[in-house]
């Protein structure tokens, strides 16, 4: 290999980077972070930087390698780790100026998408995932080290972790064995297999051994990759999946629950809707309570009755509402004084904050909802600590911590002094200028400063000759000026810039004293921001409830919604606009099957219902007159390929998997939603498939089951299966235009509709009328319960002519008598329809 190979520079490159070989290494060169061959190749290409090469281009073996300044690294290392890569930071770790030869060097962190700490999305959580299999369980730990929170649970098997996995979106996976890997790989994350554990009482709160294990993987990855103080981080929370409503990644899309389908973003989302937080940590707390419904009345209870306390007391809410504007993310600030990287700024937040507790507490005196009461005896005033920082922090300190500018005069005698010298230094060369034109006459002399000469006199060129000899020593000649210095100059300079220098010093080891005496405090500073996001996200449910005029449901065995709304549809029609629908189901009507024209509304009345079902759930008040609710432990949608507008590519394949989990996984305190099913095969099929499921659902489940369809033809169910009932979406003709009522109504829909519109919309009389006959053919082959109610084009619409239809029935019959249909699986019932229509395409 080539001689440049072998500096001792690219040694010790080559033995860092062996360490490192999963992340890209930012070397650390002078003002530069530099990056070399294959990591250089793909950062260039990335970034969009020019590849360089080390030892220039036309090298026998050039050193692919680009860089980024150090200063402006952040932006680079942000942009990488949004992509999924991992970066290593590699420092100079001795003075370069105070060593000879080679400088140490040594990663000091890898960042990695689960640990970054900055430049967050400030009302989203940042997760960091690690799976652990233990006996046949698997563990869950969930860590976001940006707050110090985590969470752990125990899963039953692969894909109820794959679907755990799918709905967290984690921005990080770890995992202990190739196979867990290549479970959850797919699912497109940033996946990484580690093996080295580190126990740690924080895992303390584990319920058992799985989740113990995926703690202790978590933590032993945190603790290698960044390499400092995770004093921050709480015990971890152990949770049972039993204990929520279970929401997958698939119901949460469709239901557009966190993202809008049309836009994927924010906006549009049921979440965009109830988010009334002020503070970053409550509209974190927000999501993670939409994540995880509740499944106990009395946990239910208590959050309503705050809600409702707030509602009831504006005074309390209004107030709140202001101090809580005041409220910075302190979960965030308590992390980085835990981390270190904590700067003035954000200890000025801090106290900011603090110093709101005196009138949150005060206005939560007359709270008498119990959680508002547990919350407000949680809040403390920290009253030492907020005095503390007023006195050591100036109002608005620079975000630099090593230049000064944030100690408070009066908090260090010792500071105070340097100051002292340093303003009168600085107060003595002003007087300087005066004192010199009035000894010397020349009005324009003037005294300057720049950083390689200091300070200076200025003295015009036309000006220098009046100077007596000797005054001043001659340092510097411009083209028009010339520039002297005397010793006395340059001794208050020196007294200045001491000064100034010794500030600095003194003034960052005085914060970073103080930050650590605020990292003693962490704990409690994490509870008051627990609580200050509770009471946050419970206003914020106050707050969407009053605006919208949501009522408190009541938790029940049946439903029964009155005059129930979609909360998120409504908000973006005008006012009053749109039209309120009710919503009974109980033990002997516990399926609807929802039929109406397209564009009627029967995908929202479904998913309005679905949403109300959340809203209960998650405490909060709902859009409706008034609502009695059960508790649903899922909620299951399954939306028609054909009309699943969200991902435009979902085929049958991946819409009957789905409807599997739906029947498989239900139980009957489920609800599940069934948009269209069937919409993505040929008529029959589909049709015999939603039949099928539906009568599965009714007899072997027993789940509450809305079912929208076009296919009029399964409206015949409600006679065969008695806990099912018809429903229909009302359009009218007004004016000669389509107008949809968007009513909701007992019974099924009018089938001649569709002719009503091409009516409406000037088709050919004839047509018209020929249309009109096959349906009153097909009309009253439904009666009959004739399965071939199509009829031939041959066939006109007199009497006579209907012969061949009656002997073909003959055949059809007998087929269709000797069928066993309690002996087919729904394979085989599409199997035998399909003989059917075939045996009626012959006659
Ligand atoms: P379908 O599923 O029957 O084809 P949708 O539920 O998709 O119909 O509704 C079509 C459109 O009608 C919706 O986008 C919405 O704008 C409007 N709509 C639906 N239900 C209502 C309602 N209850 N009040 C007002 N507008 C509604
Ligand atoms: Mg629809």
Redesign the pocket.
């Known amino acids: 290999m080539q001689a440049i190979h072998q500096t001792p520079m690219m040694k010790q490159y080559f033995s860092i980077k062996a360490d490192y070989p999963d992340a890209f290494l930012f070397y650390r060169l002078g003002d530069f972070y530099e990056l070399f061959f294959e990591d250089a190749q793909i950062v260039a290409k990335e970034l969009e930087l020019t590849l360089t090469s080390k030892n220039g281009k036309n090298a026998e073996h050039p050193i692919p390698m680009c860089g980024v300044p150090h200063h402006s690294a952040g932006v680079y290392i942000e942009q990488l780790i949004e992509k999924g890569f991992n970066v290593a930071i590699c420092e100079q770790t001795e003075d370069p100026k105070a060593t000879k030869g080679l400088v140490k060097r040594e990663v000091i962190q890898v960042i990695t998408p689960g640990t970054y700490m900055s430049a967050l999305s400030e009302k989203e959580n940042r997760y960091l995932v690690a799976v652990t299999e233990w006996a046949g369980r698997y563990g869950v730990a969930r860590g976001d080290v940006t707050t110090g929170e985590s969470w752990l649970t125990t899963l039953p098997g692969e894909e109820a972790v794959k679907r755990e996995i799918e709905g967290l979106l984690p921005n990080e996976l770890i995992v202990e064995s190739e196979s867990l890997a290549s479970l959850l790989r797919p699912i497109g994350i940033p996946l990484s297999i580690q093996t080295e554990k580190r126990s740690s009482d924080l895992a303390d709160g584990a319920k058992d051994d799985a989740q113990r294990g995926a703690f202790e993987l978590l933590f032993a990855y945190l603790t290698k990759t960044q390499k400092r103080s995770l004093d921050h981080l709480q015990p971890a929370v152990a949770y049972e999946v039993e204990q929520h409503m279970q929401l997958d990644a698939n119901t949460a899309r469709n239901l557009e629950l966190f993202r809008s389908a049309r836009s994927g973003e924010r906006k549009g989302s049921l979440l965009s809707l109830l988010d009334e937080t002020t503070t970053a940590m409550g509209g974190r707390l927000l999501k993670r309570w939409l994540e995880q419904p509740l499944y106990t009345e009395q946990s239910i209870r208590l959050r309503q009755d705050a809600v409702e306390n707030l509602i009831d007391d504006f005074m309390l809410r209004d107030q709140l509402h202001e101090e809580l504007k005041h409220v910075y993310d302190i979960e965030r600030l308590v992390a980085k004084v835990g981390y270190g990287t904590a700067n003035a700024r954000d200890l000025v937040q801090l106290r900011d904050t603090l110093e709101r507790m005196p009138s949150i507490r005060s206005l939560l005196l007359s709270v008498t909802s119990e959680r508002l009461r547990q919350l407000e005896a949680k809040l403390d005033s920290f009253e030492e600590l907020s005095e503390l920082l007023r006195d050591a922090l100036v109002d608005t300190p620079p975000v630099s911590t090593k230049e000064g500018g944030m100690i408070r005069q009066g908090y260090s005698a010792e500071l105070d002094e340097l100051l002292e010298a340093k303003t009168n230094g600085k107060t003595w060369i002003a007087n300087l200028e005066q004192q010199e034109r009035i000894a010397t006459g020349i009005k324009s002399l003037k005294v300057g400063y720049n950083r390689v000469f200091g300070y200076y006199l200025e003295v015009t060129k036309a000006n220098a000759k009046l100077l007596e000899e000797g005054r001043y020593e001659r340092k510097q000649t411009l083209t028009n000026a010339e520039r002297y210095i005397t010793p006395e100059l340059k001794e208050k300079e020196a007294l200045i810039l001491g000064a100034e220098e010794k500030s600095c010093t003194l003034e960052y080891d005085l914060f970073v004293a103080l930050r650590e005496r605020v990292k003693q405090h962490t704990k409690p500073l994490q509870q008051l921001a627990r609580s200050l996001s509770e009471l946050d996200v419970l206003l914020s449910l106050a707050i969407v409830a009053e605006k919208r005029e949501y009522v408190r449901p009541n938790t029940s065995r049946h439903v029964q919604v009155d005059r129930g709304?979609?909360p998120v549809?409504?908000t973006v029609?005008p006012r009053g606009?749109?039209?309120?629908?009710d919503l009974t189901l109980d033990d002997t009507r516990q399926m609807l099957l929802i039929t109406?024209?397209?564009?009627?509304?029967?995908?929202?009345?479904m998913?309005?219902f679905a949403l109300i079902a959340i809203l209960h759930q998650i405490g909060s008040f709902v859009p409706a007159e008034s609502a009695e609710l059960p508790l649903f432990d899922r909620i299951f949608t399954r939306i028609g390929a054909a009309?699943d507008l969200v991902s435009g590519q979902s085929t049958f394949m991946v819409e009957m998997t789905e409807t599997r989990q739906a029947v498989t996984e239900a139980t009957e305190h489920s609800l599940i939603l069934l948009?269209?099913i069937g919409r993505g095969t040929s008529t029959y099929d589909g049709m015999a498939l939603a039949q099928a499921i539906v009568e599965y659902i009714a007899s072997n489940i027993g789940a509450k089951t809305l079912f929208?369809t076009h296919y009029h033809e399964l409206t015949v169910l409600e006679d065969t299966i008695p806990t099912l009932e018809n429903v229909h979406?009302r359009a009218i003709e007004q004016n000669g235009r389509v107008v949809?009522l968007?009513?909701v109504h007992p019974g099924r829909a009018d089938k001649s509709y569709g002719i009503h519109v091409a009516e409406l919309a000037e088709l050919p009389d004839a047509l018209i009328e020929r249309a009109r006959t096959i349906l009153s053919h097909l009309e009253t082959d439904v009666k009959e319960d004739a399965p071939n109610n199509l009829l031939s084009p041959a066939q006109s619409n007199e009497e006579g002519s209907q012969l061949s239809l009656f002997e073909e029935e003959d055949a059809l019959k007998e087929r269709l008598m000797t069928m066993d249909l309690l002996a087919m699986n729904p394979i085989e019932a599409m199997q035998a329809l399909y003989e059917l229509q075939q045996l009626a395409k012959k006659g």
Do not use: C, W
Request: proline residues 3%; aromatic residues 10%; negative net charge.
């Open positions: 709304r979609h549809i409504e029609l606009e749109y039209v309120a629908n109406g024209p397209n564009m009627s509304g029967k995908s929202t009345y998913r309005q009309d948009d269209e929208s979406v949809f968007h009513e």
